[in-house]
């Protein structure tokens, strides 16, 4: 049986740099990524979900790091969004535990194709 450890470092890497170069993506690569990397027991929607936004904290951290060092951050225009987003995010947690897997599905892809429209136009 052939390891996922070098595609899985790959994506890894690529999810890293997406974020870094763009802000956001990092999590469409892995969540994509997780079905083929992760054991079959995991293979319901929401672990996937639950791993991919895992790893998406240290990444995004390490991004926003990058850019208040770079200078990009200005001042705390960005602060009034961070108690919304705490809630909100505690609240999809709660949510993933009950949501369909079929609909969760629907909704991260309408979200992906909603973001790729919002870019292009």
Do not use: C, Q
Request: charge should be positive.
């Amino acid at each position: 049986m052939r390891s996922k450890k070098p595609g899985a470092l790959m994506l890894g890497f690529l999810a890293g740099f997406l974020n870094g170069l763009l802000g956001a993506g990092g999590g469409i690569v892995l969540v994509r990524a997780a079905e083929g990397v992760l054991p079959r027991e995991y293979h319901d929607g929401r672990d996937i979900f639950a791993n991919a936004l895992s790893v998406m904290l240290p990444i995004s951290a390490v991004s926003a790091i990058a850019y208040v060092l770079r200078g990009s951050v200005h001042g705390l225009e960005f602060s009034r969004f961070i108690l919304p987003a705490v809630i909100g995010g505690a609240g999809g947690g709660l949510l993933l535990a009950v949501i369909d897997t079929r609909l969760l599905r629907l909704i991260f892809s309408a979200l992906v194709v909603w973001s790729g429209f919002t870019m292009i136009f």
